[in-house]
């Protein structure tokens, strides 16, 4: 179907496989649909294990269809989610979707170029995050919650707001994708007296910068 519609596909039969076309493709990957049961893994780990080396979106196209299940795929780094049985249009329909989101966030971050405050410098044509001049080593996901969070620096914005800005659709129940990555964020923020990445119960999150 994807053939069809003008896309060039390569198929691959398990994570080795996949790991293997993804070095070898590289940048020119412009999206992954994933299955969670492989027959040499978890596709779950397995999303975790490619998030550093590709910024592309994932999507997962599984029979599991519990709620629990769901919300794993998108904490691993999911960027949207079908379940089998599964109608051909809205799958190819959201494929494109998630294409032309990336394209958006590419341009959105070529205008930007570059972010600095105090410490912090945020690359965003290589969406690459620098702490005291140490490369973070930020997942695409995480490298956009922070940039959303330094661009409202000093404001609470509720997890909704964060969600809806960065995942570019509503939160519907996948506040635990959020908070995971704000969790991991936090940890790696943490080595800096400088930055604070503060949580405000029922309120939301607020990025401080506190400069020298």
């Known amino acids: 179907y994807l053939t069809n519609e003008g896309y060039q596909v390569v198929k691959c ?7 293997e076309a993804i070095r070898r493709e590289g940048e020119r990957m412009d999206l992954a649909v994933l299955d969670i049961m492989l027959p040499d893994g978890n596709g779950l780990a ?11 979106p994932v999507l997962f196209l599984t029979a599991l269809d519990e709620k629990s299940e769901i919300i794993e795929g998108l904490v691993a780094g999911g960027n949207d989610y079908i379940t089998k049985p599964y109608d051909v249009d809205e799958f190819v329909a959201r494929v494109n979707a998630q294409l032309r989101l990336a394209r958006m966030n590419r341009r959105d971050a070529e205008q930007a170029e570059a972010l600095s405050r105090g410490p912090l410098s945020l690359d965003t044509v290589a969406l690459r995050a620098f702490l005291d001049g140490k490369d973070m080593r930020l997942t695409a996901r995480e490298f956009s919650v922070l940039l959303f969070l330094l661009r ?3 404001r609470i914005l509720s997890a909704d707001e964060i969600y809806e800005g ?3 659709q509503p939160m519907s129940g996948n506040a635990g994708a959020l908070w995971k990555c704000i969790s991991r964020l936090k940890n790696k923020l943490a080595v800096s007296d400088e930055i604070s990445l503060m949580s405000f119960r029922k309120e939301g999150y607020m990025l401080e910068v506190m400069e020298k």
């Open 166 to 168: 960065v995942w570019k």
């Open 46 to 56: 397995f999303c975790e294990k490619i998030r550093p080396a590709t910024s592309a």
């Open 152 to 154: 409202n620096e000093g």
């Open 13 to 19: 039969y398990s994570g080795a496989e996949a790991t």
